[in-house]
C-alpha cells in the first residue's frame, strides 16, 4: 500500500468507524437507561395509584375503592401487573396476573422503595417496582406492600426500534463522514500534486525551477529542492570547464608526442614511429569519448530546455558542408512536425548529431538524408548515408570500443561509441543497421 492517499482514507475510515461504533453503543445504553427509567416511574405513579385507592375492611379485609386507569391491568397476562400483600402473602392482585403471583421480597420499611427483577408469569422477566404502604384501619395501622411490575421486554423491544433507527443514521453519518474525509485527504494532498506537476513540467524544459505558493509545511521542502536543482547545475558546469581544461591541458602532452613520432620516422626508425602513433590514437580516443560524456550535460540538468530539433541540424548540415567531401554529398533534412523540440539541452544535441553527420560525411558516397519525427512517445532522430555500412557482425565492436572498419580513414573512430554512451546518458536508445540507401541508418530514440 504505497499510496499516501489510499493510507489516510483508510486510516479515517476506519476512526470513523471506530468511532461511530462507540457512539452507538453509547447512545443506545443512554436511551435504554431512559427508558428503563421512565417506564420505572410509570410504574410508581401506577404504585402510587393503588396506593391511594387501597382501603382497610372492617372485617380485617383489604380492596381498592376504584378502578386502575390503564386497561392492561384487566387483560390476563398481559405484561403489566400489580399486586398487594400484607404479612407476607398476597392479599390482592390485578386481573392480569390470573393465577400467577408477583414473587415477594424482603420487608420494605413504610415510604420505602425498592427496584427488583425477577422472573414472573410465563417465566419472563419482570422490572418490578415495589413500597411499603401504612394505611390506618379500625383495629389501628396496616402494613402492606404495594408492587406493580412489567416485563423487561418492553424495554428490550423500544431498544430494538431505536437501533433499527439508529444504525442507518450512523451508516449514513459514516458515509459523509468518509467522503468528507476524502474531500479532505484529496485538498490536503492538492499541494504535492501541484509540486509533482511542476516537477514534470522541470523535467519536460517547460520552467527552471519551482515555482508558486505552496503551504508552510511544504515551503521548506521547495525550497530545497530549488536550492539542490541550482546546486546540481553549478556542479554540471564546473565539471564542463573542468572537462574542457583537461581536454586542453592533454593537447600539448599529446602533441608532443605526435612530433616525437615523426622525428623517429624521418631517423628510418619506423616501427617505432607506428607504435607510438598507435597507442597516440588510442589515447586521442578513450580522451575524446570520455570527455565527451564528462561534458555531456544529461536529462539531470536543473535549468531544463526545449530545443528546436529542424535548426540545429540544418546548422549542423551547413557545418558539415564545410568540411573536406561536405560539398560533395547530397544533405537532405526533414523534421516532422517543423516545430519538432527535444526536451534536451542544446550542446548535448550537438554532440550527438554532430558526431552522427560527420561519421555519415566521411563514409557517404554521394547522399546523407537526415530526419526527426515523433513516434510512439519517442522523438526519433536518424542519419542515412549511401555509403559501405557496417557489417552486422562488427556493430558491437563499433558501439562498444570505436573499432574503425578502415585505419585509412581520418578520425578516432570513436563518434558512434559516443552517441551510443550518450542515449544512455539520457536514457534514450542508439541503433544502427542498414539504411534504405544501400549505407548505414544510425537512429537514435529519445
Same mark, same amino acid.
Not at 445504553?29 to 382497610?56: N, Y
Not at 555531456?296 to 541540424?313: M, N, Q
Not at 562488427?394 to 573512430?413: F, H, M, S, Y
Given at each position: 500500500?504505497?499510496?499516501?492517499?489510499?493510507?489516510?482514507?483508510?486510516?479515517?475510515?476506519?476512526?470513523?468507524?471506530?468511532?461511530?461504533?462507540?457512539?452507538?453503543?453509547?447512545?443506545?445504553?443512554?436511551?435504554?437507561?431512559?427508558?428503563?427509567?421512565?417506564?420505572?416511574?410509570?410504574?410508581?405513579?401506577? +404504585?402510587?395509584?393503588?396506593?391511594? =385507592?387501597?382501603?382497610?375492611?372492617? %372485617?380485617? *379485609? #383489604?380492596?381498592? /375503592?376504584?378502578? &386502575?386507569?390503564?386497561?392492561?391491568?384487566?387483560?390476563?397476562?398481559?405484561?403489566?401487573?400489580?399486586?398487594?400483600?400484607?404479612?407476607?402473602?398476597?392479599?390482592?392482585?390485578?386481573?392480569?396476573?390470573?393465577?400467577?403471583?408477583?414473587?415477594?421480597?424482603?420487608?420494605?420499611?413504610?415510604?420505602?422503595?425498592?427496584?427488583?427483577?425477577?422472573?414472573?408469569?410465563?417465566?419472563?422477566?419482570?422490572?418490578?417496582?415495589?413500597?411499603?404502604?401504612?394505611?390506618?384501619?379500625?383495629?389501628?395501622?396496616?402494613?402492606?406492600?404495594?408492587?406493580?411490575?412489567?416485563?423487561?421486554?418492553?424495554?428490550?423491544?423500544?431498544?430494538?426500534?431505536?437501533?433499527?433507527?439508529?444504525?442507518?443514521?450512523?451508516?449514513?453519518?459514516?458515509?459523509?463522514?468518509?467522503?468528507?474525509?476524502?474531500?479532505?485527504?484529496?485538498?490536503? +494532498?492538492?499541494?504535492?500534486?501541484? =509540486?509533482?506537476?511542476?516537477?514534470? %513540467?522541470? *523535467? #519536460?524544459?517547460? /520552467?527552471?525551477? &519551482?515555482?508558486?505558493?505552496?503551504?508552510?509545511?511544504?515551503?521548506?521542502?521547495?525550497?530545497?529542492?530549488?536550492?539542490?536543482?541550482?546546486?546540481?547545475?553549478?556542479?554540471?558546469?564546473?565539471?564542463?570547464?573542468?572537462?574542457?581544461?583537461?581536454?586542453?591541458?592533454?593537447?600539448?602532452?599529446?602533441?608532443?608526442?605526435?612530433?616525437?613520432?615523426?622525428?623517429?620516422?624521418?631517423?628510418?626508425?619506423?616501427?617505432?614511429?607506428?607504435?607510438?602513433?598507435?597507442?597516440?590514437?588510442?589515447?586521442?580516443?578513450?580522451?575524446?569519448?570520455?570527455?565527451?560524456?564528462?561534458?555531456?550535460?544529461?536529462?539531470?540538468?536543473?535549468?531544463?530546455?526545449?530545443?528546436?530539433?529542424?535548426?540545429?541540424?540544418?546548422?549542423?548540415?551547413?557545418?558539415?558542408?564545410?568540411?573536406?567531401?561536405?560539398?560533395?554529398?547530397?544533405?537532405?533534412?526533414?523534421?516532422?512536425?517543423?516545430?519538432?523540440?527535444?526536451?534536451?539541452?542544446?550542446?548535448?544535441?550537438?554532440?550527438?548529431?554532430?558526431?552522427?553527420?560527420?561519421?555519415?560525411?566521411?563514409?557517404?558516397?554521394?547522399?546523407?538524408?537526415?530526419?526527426?519525427?515523433?513516434?510512439?512517445?519517442?522523438?526519433?532522430?536518424?542519419?542515412?548515408?549511401?555509403?559501405?555500412?557496417?557489417?552486422?557482425?562488427?556493430?558491437?565492436?563499433?558501439?562498444?570500443?570505436?573499432?574503425?572498419?578502415?585505419?585509412?580513414?581520418?578520425?578516432?573512430?570513436?563518434?558512434?561509441?559516443?552517441?551510443?554512451?550518450?542515449?544512455?546518458?539520457?536514457?534514450?536508445?542508439?541503433?544502427?543497421?542498414?539504411?534504405?540507401?544501400?549505407?548505414?541508418?544510425?537512429?537514435?530514440?529519445?
Amino acid at each position: 500500500m504505497n499510496s499516501l492517499r489510499l493510507r489516510l482514507l483508510i486510516a479515517a475510515t476506519l476512526g470513523i468507524v471506530v468511532a461511530l461504533a462507540i457512539a452507538g453503543f453509547v447512545i443506545v445504553a443512554a436511551f435504554d437507561s431512559h427508558v428503563r427509567g421512565r417506564l420505572i416511574k410509570e410504574l410508581d405513579d401506577h +404504585l402510587l395509584q393503588i396506593a391511594t =385507592l387501597l382501603k382497610p375492611e372492617a %372485617d380485617g *379485609r #383489604a380492596s381498592l /375503592s376504584g378502578e &386502575l386507569s390503564d386497561p392492561q391491568f384487566l387483560r390476563p397476562l398481559s405484561g403489566l401487573y400489580w399486586q398487594v400483600s400484607e404479612k407476607g402473602s398476597a392479599i390482592l392482585r390485578s386481573r392480569s396476573l390470573w393465577d400467577e403471583s408477583i414473587p415477594l421480597g424482603d420487608e420494605i420499611a413504610a415510604g420505602a422503595r425498592q427496584v427488583r427483577e425477577l422472573r414472573g408469569p410465563k417465566a419472563k422477566w419482570l422490572i418490578v417496582v415495589e413500597r411499603g404502604v401504612v394505611l390506618p384501619a379500625p383495629e389501628g395501622e396496616r402494613r402492606f406492600v404495594v408492587a406493580v411490575a412489567c416485563e423487561q421486554c418492553a424495554v428490550n423491544e423500544a431498544r430494538r426500534d431505536f437501533i433499527k433507527v439508529l444504525a442507518p443514521s450512523l451508516a449514513i453519518l459514516a458515509a459523509l463522514m468518509a467522503l468528507a474525509s476524502w474531500g479532505q485527504v484529496r485538498m490536503g +494532498l492538492a499541494p504535492l500534486g501541484d =509540486l509533482r506537476r511542476q516537477l514534470d %513540467d522541470f *523535467r #519536460a524544459g517547460a /520552467s527552471e525551477k &519551482l515555482n508558486g505558493r505552496f503551504p508552510h509545511e511544504i515551503e521548506g521542502l521547495v525550497g530545497d529542492l530549488n536550492a539542490l536543482m541550482e546546486a546540481q547545475a553549478q556542479a554540471i558546469e564546473r565539471a564542463r570547464a573542468n572537462a574542457a581544461k583537461l581536454a586542453h591541458g592533454l593537447k600539448t602532452p599529446l602533441a608532443v608526442l605526435s612530433t616525437e613520432a615523426r622525428t623517429l620516422r624521418a631517423r628510418g626508425e619506423t616501427g617505432a614511429a607506428d607504435s607510438l602513433d598507435r597507442e597516440i590514437g588510442l589515447m586521442n580516443a578513450h580522451v575524446t569519448r570520455t570527455l565527451a560524456a564528462a561534458r555531456a550535460v544529461g536529462p539531470r540538468r536543473p535549468v531544463a530546455l526545449r530545443t528546436p530539433v529542424k535548426p540545429l541540424l540544418a546548422r549542423l548540415v551547413g557545418v558539415m558542408r564545410r568540411l573536406p567531401r561536405g560539398d560533395e554529398l547530397i544533405w537532405e533534412v526533414e523534421t516532422a512536425p517543423e516545430s519538432l523540440e527535444l526536451s534536451i539541452d542544446p550542446r548535448d544535441l550537438e554532440e550527438i548529431a554532430g558526431n552522427l553527420l560527420d561519421n555519415a560525411r566521411k563514409w557517404a558516397r554521394g547522399q546523407v538524408k537526415v530526419s526527426a519525427r515523433r513516434e510512439d512517445g519517442f522523438v526519433v532522430v536518424a542519419v542515412d548515408d549511401d555509403g559501405p555500412g557496417v557489417p552486422p557482425d562488427r556493430v558491437d565492436d563499433v558501439l562498444a570500443r570505436g573499432a574503425r572498419l578502415d585505419v585509412d580513414a581520418p578520425g578516432t573512430g570513436i563518434g558512434l561509441g559516443i552517441v551510443a554512451d550518450l542515449a544512455q546518458l539520457h536514457n534514450g536508445q542508439f541503433m544502427i543497421g542498414q539504411s534504405e540507401l544501400g549505407g548505414l541508418r544510425a537512429e537514435l530514440r529519445l
